[in-house]
């Protein structure tokens, strides 16, 4: 579980929450079903418009990633490729085979099936890497719905304040309005300005640095799959794949 993430939104909730106290607006001031309707339904309707389904979905199945990103053990991958390693040099790739339906990572399982096939390394390089380009693009445009969110929200919470202060022109001849009037117009631009840059923009970034280090490991694998079909020494594809632990 990653504790940064969830302390990041419990901080945001203080930081608009307790503002909102100290500068003496009031809770009921951060509440306005019409912002709530322009700034996040409109959100939700410009993101539906802007993305293909197919990565919509995906964008829900990987936010959880920002609580909960796959779990990452390098120095467990790198022992397990050594033992890989050194169990070719005994018994040959042939003798890899049991070790390919243990594998619950697809992506390593279709890797150590090439090389127990006996497929080229330059093939099984050129595969794997198409498999891995093609993974990462889609997980990084699921990434990126939550970056047009934080786009466009901001924008809509302007709208939702023209809005508020259209209204209010309306009620010029009573002065007692116009107060609370004022007030509710500028929730929409909280809704819009805050919900970009402390959940939107940061939920974005945080699903690209998981992608950027699942991609780290794919090309590991890689390397360390080319490195026993090349029949390399254990010591040197320790030394090669040490790189990748920092």
């Given at each position: 579980?990653?504790?940064?993430?969830?302390?990041?939104?419990?901080?945001?909730?203080?930081?608009?929450?307790?503002?909102?106290?100290?500068?003496?607006?009031?809770?009921?001031?951060?509440?306005?079903?019409?912002?709530?309707?322009?700034?996040?339904?409109?959100?939700?309707?410009?993101?539906?418009?802007?993305?293909?389904?197919?990565?919509?979905?995906?964008?829900?199945r990987i936010v959880g990633w920002v609580i909960r990103p796959p779990v990452s053990?390098?120095?467990?991958?790198?022992?397990?490729?050594?033992?890989?390693?050194?169990?070719?040099?005994?018994?040959?790739?042939?003798?890899?085979?049991?070790?390919?339906?243990?594998?619950t990572d697809p992506f390593l399982r279709k890797g150590l099936q090439m090389l127990v096939d006996g497929v080229e390394p330059e093939q099984i390089r050129h595969m794997l890497e198409i498999d891995l380009n093609t993974q990462e693009s889609q997980e990084l445009a699921a990434a990126r719905v939550f970056e047009g969110m934080g786009t466009y929200a901001p924008t809509l919470g302007i709208i939702g304040a023209v809005?508020?202060?259209?209204?209010?022109?309306?009620?010029?001849?009573?002065?007692?309005?116009?107060?609370?009037?004022?007030?509710?117009?500028?929730?929409?631009?909280?809704?819009?300005?805050?919900?970009?840059?402390?959940?939107?923009?940061?939920?974005?970034?945080?699903?690209?640095?998981?992608?950027?280090?699942r991609t780290g490991e794919r090309e590991m694998i890689i390397e360390g799959l080319i490195a026993i079909a090349q029949g390399e020494n254990p010591r040197n594809i320790e030394s090669k794949l040490a790189g990748f632990l920092h």
């Open positions: 579980m990653d504790i940064l993430s969830l302390l990041g939104l419990l901080l945001a909730l203080v930081s608009l929450v307790g503002g909102s106290l100290l500068k003496g607006a009031g809770l009921g001031s951060l509440w306005s079903s019409g912002a709530f309707v322009i700034v996040i339904v409109g959100t939700v309707a410009a993101i539906f418009l802007h993305t293909p389904p197919a990565v919509f979905r995906r964008a829900l053990d390098r120095e467990a991958l790198l022992a397990q490729i050594l033992e890989w390693s050194n169990l070719a040099r005994r018994q040959g790739l042939l003798g890899l085979e049991p070790q390919v339906q243990e594998q809005f508020g202060l259209m209204a209010v022109m309306k009620n010029l001849a009573d002065p007692g309005k116009l107060g609370h009037g004022i007030a509710a117009a500028f929730t929409a631009t909280i809704y819009g300005i805050s919900s970009a840059n402390l959940l939107f923009l940061p939920v974005a970034a945080k699903l690209k640095s998981v992608i950027a280090r």
